[in-house]
């Protein structure tokens, strides 16, 4: 399904679409947000975003939908989950070729996302049967301790434009299961792959009569992300995205004491050692810096490469480079689609600008592809030391190579930058390996051996520290972050002894 008009269609999407979702379609009062799909540079379609007033209005609509949502037992919860999976499972060429007409990525990957929004599904339906909690030894007799946890409230979603329907699919089918509500705030470059997520979700959802989801429209940081930041009713805020879009969030948790699960970007760097399979290095390495054209938040940023084997994997890496197919992104044969719109292109222009100012040399690409679209090569950078623009995440397939000469120097180099996502080490030693995965070793959320820094899997937390912003998405035990833990104390004696042996009158 290659046809923008037929993808659209099948989608129930047209020229102009309402942007708010409460429990039927509204069209927003504030400014139309208009999708151009960036291999053509060529409208798609408008979307219209909410204003403050709707937003408080959605607000108020997902608290109702909340009230009505955590008594339904959380089996029934995941078993409408489980139908907005089978939504997505009808859909996923369509909304494959959508993700990949409307952000960039190639096909392949579009279709991806979605298959990880399905299986994002079948862990919460699995997931809706085991909330549980514990049974807790009590000093006193006669007594027992038992933690539950409970429903919290309307879950806010900010997602970036890099993942535009999975990463709320993270948050969403997990806070479903959980009993909680949710609106959402997409991004203002993705919009009409978010109004199609809402229809299906709203399909799989509304049958019941619960209601459970609410939308906004995107509309940029002053509309529905501004609001959705600072709003005083959710107890949860998520958000994906710059450092600059986590803040304000983060500010507005305080102010209200509530909570923030924060993804706010990487600077992911892969470290090749002597022991090492280079060939799938190389390939880990490729992937990782130019999949997804460098938009990915795991997106590979910065390799080290001990000296012993730095000249073969640079000359395999510049070989490999001129091999990369640019172009559309419905193409079967294409590698690398484009960024994101013009902006994109400027940051990635400006960016190699300042590289070769602080000393960084291209070893092959650095240009923008001539042509409609918004399309640049990708681009090896070589340095001898760290120069500043390293310690900044700039989305593009720019990838930094620094030769160290031990592992010890690399881990250094690895964790010297504020971000704290993703890291991967490409050793066959034991002891590297072990070091590498120690408490001082990778500083990053997400240390990988032998993979690349791309490609996480949903059954394990995903997040960073430092400015990444600490918070977990999608798998392990992040359910927690949706849910309010109350310990309950159970008498069942005819006594009242007090705790720590306390004797009072």
């Known amino acids: 399904m290659n046809n923008e008009a037929e993808v659209l269609k099948s989608l129930g999407l047209g020229e102009k679409n309402p942007g708010v ?21 060529k409208r798609l379609g408008t979307v219209g975003s909410a204003t403050a007033d709707e937003y408080e209005e959605v607000s108020k609509a997902a608290h109702k939908a909340f009230e009505r949502w955590r008594v339904v037992p959380g089996p029934q919860r995941g078993a409408l989950v ?28 579009g279709e991806g996302e979605v298959q990880e ?19 807790i030894q009590s000093e006193r007799p006669g007594h ?22 999975a990463v709320w699919a993270w948050n969403a089918f997990v806070a479903f299961v959980c009993g909680d509500s949710v609106i959402w705030k997409p991004s203002s470059k993705t919009p009409l792959s978010a109004v199609a997520v809402t229809r299906l979700a709203a399909e799989g959802l509304e049958p019941p009569g619960f209601g459970a989801l609410a939308g906004v429209g995107g509309g940029g940081r002053k509309r529905g992300g501004g609001a959705l930041g600072a709003g005083p009713r959710g107890p949860v805020g998520s958000a994906t995205g710059l450092v600059g879009v986590g803040r304000p969030l983060a500010g507005g948790g305080r102010q209200r004491l509530g909570r923030t699960i924060l993804e706010l970007g990487g600077n992911n760097g892969i470290s090749v050692m002597p022991s090492a399979d280079l060939d799938m290095a190389v390939r880990a390495i490729l992937f990782g810096a130019v999949g997804t054209a460098g938009q990915r938040c795991t997106s590979t940023r910065r390799l080290f490469l001990h000296a012993e084997i730095a000249k073969e994997v640079k000359g395999a890496l510049v070989k490999a480079y001129g091999q990369v197919t640019i172009g559309n992104p419905l193409d079967e044969k294409t590698l ?5 719109d013009a902006g994109a292109v400027r940051d990635y222009l400006d960016a190699l600008e300042r590289i070769k100012r602080e000393g960084g040399t291209i070893l092959c690409g650095g240009h923008v592809v001539e042509g409609p679209g918004f399309f640049v090569e990708p681009t090896l950078i070589e340095v001898d030391h760290h120069i500043p623009m390293m310690s900044e995440e700039v989305f593009a397939p720019i990838l930094y190579l ?24 490409f050793s066959r030693d034991y002891l590297e390996a072990e070091r590498f995965l120690s408490a001082t070793g990778s500083d990053c959320g997400l240390a990988n051996l032998n993979a690349g820094t791309s490609g996480a899997e949903i ?30 104390t159970i008498n069942y004696s005819d006594e009242l002894p007090l705790s720590q042996g306390i004797s009072f009158g």
Do not use: C
């Open 336 to 340: 690398m689609g484009p960024l994101v």
């Open 144 to 165: 027992r301790l038992m933690e539950q946890w409970h429903p919290l409230g309307t879950v806010g979603i900010i997602t970036a434009f890099n993942f535009p329907v």
């Open 117 to 135: 929004m399905i299986d994002m599904a079948d862990y919460a339906v699995g997931l809706s049967r085991q909330l549980f909690g514990l049974t």
């Open 21 to 41: 979702y409460l429990g039927y379609w509204k069209e927003g009062g504030g400014k139309s947000v208009l999708s151009v799909n960036p291999a053509t540079g």
């Open 402 to 425: 620094q030769v160290v000469d031990s592992l010890e120097e690399a881990i250094a180099l690895n964790n010297g930058v504020p971000q704290g996502l993703s890291s991967s080490l």
């Open 459 to 488: 059954g394990g937390a995903f997040g960073g520290e430092k400015e990444t912003g600490g918070g977990r998405e999608a798998g392990s035990d992040s359910w927690k972050a949706y849910m309010r833990r109350q310990t309950n």
């Open 82 to 109: 489980r139908e907005i999976g089978n939504r997505l499972r009808e859909k996923k060429e369509a909304l494959g070729a959508l993700v990949a007409m409307e952000m960039g990525k190639i096909k392949a990957e």
